[in-house]
């Protein structure tokens, strides 16, 4: 199973060498056989006595996270569907994609695209499960960009790799917490802790995390509007992601995890509305489109809320529906992608408007679509498995238990949405295909002649309408060596059910699928009157609007604060600065009590210190009012020199020493530059900023002083003074005691202090030296 | 008297930072000069006044003042002053390339 896996991820790696000898031979042919190899491999495990594999390679065993993979049943059809789907969309990318595309990126894509789909679904490891589940969102989104040069590829790309990123960060949220309530990381022993879940405090938060993750991959409303937008992708792209895999991880999430969520009410209200929201809405939606793939992707999104729904109901029945319709959906849709590429191919445009009357030009096409369309929409025909699904999902959807008004009240609504929704399916079913291939043939608005095409392009999606046949025709065939297993996997008890293709007459499902198409047909045939609601509802309540929107809005607003308070004002930055330091500050002493206005412990005043401190006090005020910048300068060189003098008072004579020597320098410095510099008064403030610089500038004083007075009256030790001074002769060779530690107790700091020191000099050289061209004066 | 010296040190601080919020760079290079005044008489007063004689050992003397405070200090002096002439010079250079010392026509490029 590891190298399965992971055999699409090397032979990634080596598609860009295969790529250089395309001129020869297509790339696609060269690695087609690994993804046919998967298959073939998975197919042996298919069977009615299957049983569960597990396999395990150590990846960060620190973190509890290794690379376990578990096969059950619902892994097992999903990794069919993969490799199965796989294989055919790389045979229809040979005859799509000429040999001039950038081959080598298209299979790159596509292949780390099938490792990570195949991670996801064969992951029993949460954290393994969203790294591959982050890498599929990553390759689709350079899928759906393959065509970069187009404004609406990256528009698209970008749209839905926003959207399912949200979902995956959500659900990462999701798995973190069932880790950390159930502290373990592998998702079968989660499913065996499903009490410690769901009595979690935390249990609304994961539910509703992992639901958003799976709402957004699996294209729910409201998150579904990626999807249409992905449909830039070249079209195997489309059918493969973008209708039978990726789409369907959520569904997947959803279907691993409902053992866990089954029981509980909120899980059944969440994904039946959801769901059949999806299901009427996408559907409805999807009879305005114009757009062959637009069609198709607003299908996608329906179905998929059918599923959705149907593991929502959590009963047996349902649960075996929903897995039956995941094969069926992969069986169709992706046949259906196929003939819209085809189509789009050989005529050169998707619009429908343009399209009709194409069924004597390609009638392989025609066929294919028809039993495509027709399994769709559900008509009641013993070949169609579309058929089977629509029945069971309306059969499902009745005899539903649940107490409490509000549960009881959706019950009811859940079979009237769920034939509202058919009804619709059945109308786009029908307009697909009657408006592309029958109808008057318009020559004036076809880009080129049609024409039937190549027979080995009509070869997958005749495969997977072979498929749809013989699950129409055999359904009971895939029912025990596949599907029941896979339903098993989720109810997590056993299942089994046959699939009758008739219900009799009293059938209340029966009477639903009749009075689907019977409704259906009478509005297909009166679409021209009543498609004028569309402009009623949605009109301008669009969801892509509200994206656009936010989008913009984001971008807008932050680009605002932005702009607030990045004026490029220095002033500006301090008073912040300083404000932050002041409130943050002044903040902790009055929280924490740190304020302590005790005077013990005081030297006597003297009136000399009390002289020199006054006079410094007048000079530092002094130069913040001085008008003529010498007067400036000369009044800071009196505070620099009274400090000097404290110095020589509190016994520190090597400080008063220097002090002197580098206010003197700093004086002449200063008088030198004052000589090229303009005068202080030239320019002044307005007197709401002095007004604001002078509070600040006073609470920062009146800051400083209580942390002074604070920390001065609490002391939590004595100093270690008197280790230097004993040691100083001893240790040192010194009596100097302030020498001795600068030089020798704690003489790094002396080395880099020198070092400081030698950087200024360099930069000032360098400052005067050098000057740029540019620069020069 | 450390009451007073913290007074005075505060009055350093609050004095240094209104120069520094002020436009003209000779200001602002004022006010550096006075916050570190500020600091070091901060670190001084923190460590203890007028306790003992000037930390040389000399025979008989017990009573010394901290020398630890002292070399802090006068690491910081040097590393300040640096940092000062740096900024004077840096000032003038300034001056002499935009033709103005106000901060606020000092903007750089519209899109750094």
């Known amino acids: 199973m590891v190298y399965a896996v992971f055999a699409p991820l090397i032979f990634a790696i080596l598609i860009p060498f295969l790529s250089r000898i395309k001129q020869r031979i297509h790339t696609g042919w060269l690695i087609l056989p690994v993804p046919l190899l998967i298959f073939i491999y998975f197919l042996q495990f298919v069977g009615a006595n299957f049983e569960t594999k597990m396999q395990s390679t150590t990846w960060i065993p620190t973190l509890n996270i290794s690379l376990d993979f578990y096969l059950d049943g619902l892994s097992l059809l999903f990794a069919l569907l993969i490799s199965g789907i796989g294989t055919l969309v790389v045979l229809y990318s040979i005859y799509y994609l000429n040999k001039e595309e950038q081959l080598g990126h298209f299979y790159t894509y596509l292949y780390i695209f099938m490792a990570s789909m195949l991670g996801v679904v064969l992951s029993d490891n949460v954290f393994v499960l969203y790294t591959f589940w982050e890498f599929t969102s990553l390759s689709s989104f350079l899928l759906i960009g393959y065509w970069h040069h187009r404004e609406k590829s990256r528009y698209g790309a970008l749209k839905s790799m926003l959207i399912t990123v949200l979902g995956g960060f959500s659900l990462l949220g999701g798995l973190i917490l069932l880790t950390i309530e159930t502290g373990t990381t592998s998702i079968r022993e989660m499913v065996a802790m499903t009490d410690v879940i769901i009595n979690s405090e935390y249990f609304i938060a994961i539910l509703i995390f992992l639901l958003l993750g799976a709402f957004t991959k699996s294209a729910q409303f409201p998150f579904h509007i990626w999807l249409p937008d992905a449909m830039e992708a070249p079209t195997p792209v489309s059918a493969y992601l973008h209708s039978a895999t990726m789409v369907k991880a959520g569904i997947y999430l959803m279907a691993r995890f409902s053992p866990i969520f089954n029981e509980v009410p909120l899980f059944f209200i969440l994904l039946s509305i959801f769901g059949l929201v999806t299901l009427a809405w996408a559907s409805y939606m999807a009879v305005r489109q114009t757009d062959l793939k637009g069609i198709l992707a607003f299908s996608t999104i329906s179905q998929l809320g059918m599923i959705m729904a149907m593991l929502g109901f959590g009963t047996t029945y349902g649960v075996f529906a929903a897995v039956f319709h995941i094969l069926n959906h992969a069986t169709f849709k992706g046949s259906l992608f196929m003939v819209a590429g085809i189509v789009d191919h050989e005529t050169g445009t998707r619009d429908i408007r343009r399209l009709g009357g194409l069924m004597t030009f390609m009638p392989i096409s025609a066929t294919l679509a028809v039993f495509g369309t027709f399994s769709m929409a559900g008509v009641p025909l013993p070949f169609l498995n579309g058929f089977y699904s629509k029945e069971m999902f309306f059969q499902s959807s009745l005899g539903l238990e649940g107490s409490g008004t509000f549960v009881e009240g959706l019950i009811t609504a859940i079979p009237i949405i769920a034939v509202v929704g058919s009804i619709f399916t059945f109308i786009y079913s029908m307009y697909l295909f009657f408006g592309t291939f029958r109808g008057g043939y318009k020559e004036d608005q076809l880009p080129t002649k049609p024409h039937e095409a190549p027979i080995m392009m009509l070869v997958p999606p005749a495969i997977l309408v072979l498929g749809v046949i013989v699950i129409g025709l055999f359904p009971n065939i895939f029912n025990n060596a596949l599907i029941t297993h896979s339903a098993d996997a989720i109810y997590g008890d056993t299942v089994t059910k046959d699939i009758k293709y008739w219900h009799g007459l009293d059938s209340r499902a029966f009477q639903m699928s009749l009075a689907v198409v019977v409704l259906g047909v009478v509005l297909y045939l009166t679409k021209d009157k009543w498609s004028k609601i569309y402009s009623v509802l949605p009109g301008s309540l669009s969801l892509n609007r509200v994206y656009d929107w936010i989008v913009e809005k984001i971008e807008s607003v932050s680009n605002k604060i932005t702009t607030s308070y990045m004026t490029g004002s220095l002033r500006l930055y301090m008073m912040l600065i300083l404000t932050a330091i002041i409130l943050m500050t002044a903040g902790t002493l009055l929280y924490s009590g740190g304020m302590n206005f005790n005077t013990v412990d005081l030297a006597p005043i003297t009136a000399q210190e009390v002289i020199v401190a006054i006079v410094m006090a007048i000079a530092a005020i002094g130069t913040t009012v001085a008008r003529n910048r010498i007067a400036a300068i000369l009044i800071l060189g009196v505070v620099g020199y009274g400090l000097a003098i404290l110095f020589v008072m509190y016994s520190a004579p090597d400080l008063a020493l220097t002090q002197l020597i580098v206010e003197t320098v700093t004086v002449v410095l200063f008088l030198l530059c004052f000589y090229h510099l303009p005068n202080l008064s030239s320019e002044g403030q307005s007197v709401a900023k002095t007004g604001s610089n002078i509070l600040v500038s006073i609470g920062y004083g009146l800051l400083m002083f209580v942390i002074g007075i604070s920390a001065y009256n609490s002391r939590f030790a004595e100093t270690i003074s008197s280790y230097f001074m004993e040691n100083t002769y001893e240790e040192g060779g010194g009596h100097n005691a302030v020498n001795v530690i600068l030089v020798d107790f704690r003489g790094i700091d002396t080395l880099f202090e020198v070092a400081v020191l030698f950087g200024a000099a360099l930069g000032i050289y360098a400052m005067i030296k050098l000057r740029s061209n540019k620069g020069a004066k | ?112």
């Open chain 2, 1 to 112: 008297m450390e009451i007073i010296m913290i007074v005075l040190a505060a009055i350093l601080f609050a004095t240094g930072v209104y120069n520094i919020l002020q436009k003209q760079l000779l200001r602002i290079v004022i006010g550096t000069v006075l916050i570190s005044h500020g600091a070091h008489l901060f670190i001084l007063t923190m460590g203890k006044l007028k306790r003992g004689a000037p930390p040389v050992e000399v025979y008989g003397v017990t009573e010394y003042a901290d020398p630890l405070p002292q070399a802090l200090i006068l690491t910081s002096i040097v590393i300040s002053f640096g940092v000062t002439s740096f900024l004077l010079v840096l000032a003038y250079r300034a001056y002499k390339l935009n033709q103005t010392d106000n901060m606020e026509k000092m903007r750089g490029s519209e899109h750094e």
